[in-house]
């Protein structure tokens, strides 16, 4: 029987690269987006029918329960969800100058879209013994200047997947990945040259270079695979180790 996985924010960047890593490894893939246009071109590359793209926002509840429906019409069961849709963007500019809207729009998407899709979603994934990946961000951990929004976002999807972990358990399993700088420049849906990142830009990391959507891609891959079921309520840190770097200006 096929597995199938539900991936949001799947179009572009780190979703669209988990998407076409499940395809590849036989999963059938429902996944959603905004972006209806870029959607519907990556289900259209599908050589069959283990694709599915599913347009809407994940902040909106009617959206969420409409897509979780229509993914399970389709494939007939839910085995995982990743919940990788998000506002990437991590700036929002002095906090005296961010607005209540701006901050509330990053929370809706980026915490309260995880919320939602597992609310629906949970029914579906306790009949399959399923799992959980949610995508938080090494900006859970440290951050830059004027990056409030996104950092308080970040770290709620941390607490928010032990918090799940230890109330779906054992049934279902939830972890999340905190990615740090992955190039999805090339995974946003657009044809034109990307030019190559720096040799410092790679050398400064411990690890000898920056990520790609692939390296997220299979330990999300992981982490909703039968190898990984001892493994929940964990934030797994994939940043070619440089939150264990000492940086310090010259």
């Not at 259209?44 to 959206?63: Q, T």
């Not at 399993?173 to 044809?191: E, F, K, L, M, Y």
């Not at 990391?205 to 079921?229: F, K, W």
Request: aromatic share 6%; proline share 5%.
């Amino acid at each position: 029987m096929d597995r199938v996985a539900l991936v949001t924010g799947g179009a572009k960047g780190i979703g669209r690269g988990i998407v076409l890593h499940l395809a590849a490894a036989g999963w059938k893939v429902a996944f959603c987006d905004t972006d209806r246009v870029v959607g519907e071109q990556l289900a259209a590359s599908a050589e069959h029918d283990e694709l599915c793209f599913l347009p809407g926002d994940v902040a909106s509840e009617a959206d969420v329960e409409r897509i979780v429906r229509e993914t399970v019409a389709w494939a007939g069961r839910l085995d995982a969800v990743i919940n990788n849709a998000g506002i990437a963007g991590p700036e929002n500019g002095p906090v005296e100058d961010l607005s209540l809207e701006q901050w509330q729009r990053r929370l809706d998407v980026n915490l309260t879209g995880p919320f939602l899709v597992t609310k629906h979603a949970v029914p579906h994934l306790r009949a399959t013994k399923g799992a959980i990946v949610n995508m938080a961000s090494t900006r859970a951990l440290q951050s830059e200047p004027d990056t409030e929004a996104y950092a308080a976002t970040k770290g709620g999807i941390v607490a928010l997947t032990h918090a799940l972990a230890v109330s779906l358990g054992p049934e279902i399993r939830v972890n999340c990945i905190s990615p740090g700088w992955i190039d999805t420049r090339a995974w946003q849906g657009d044809a034109g040259s990307v030019e190559p990142l720096s040799e410092e830009d790679h050398l400064q990391h411990p690890a000898g270079r920056v990520g790609t959507p692939g390296d997220i891609a299979s330990l999300a891959a992981y982490l909703i695979s039968p190898e990984a079921l001892f493994i929940t309520g964990q934030n797994f840190v994939a940043d070619g180790g440089m939150v264990r770097k000492m940086i310090y200006e010259d």
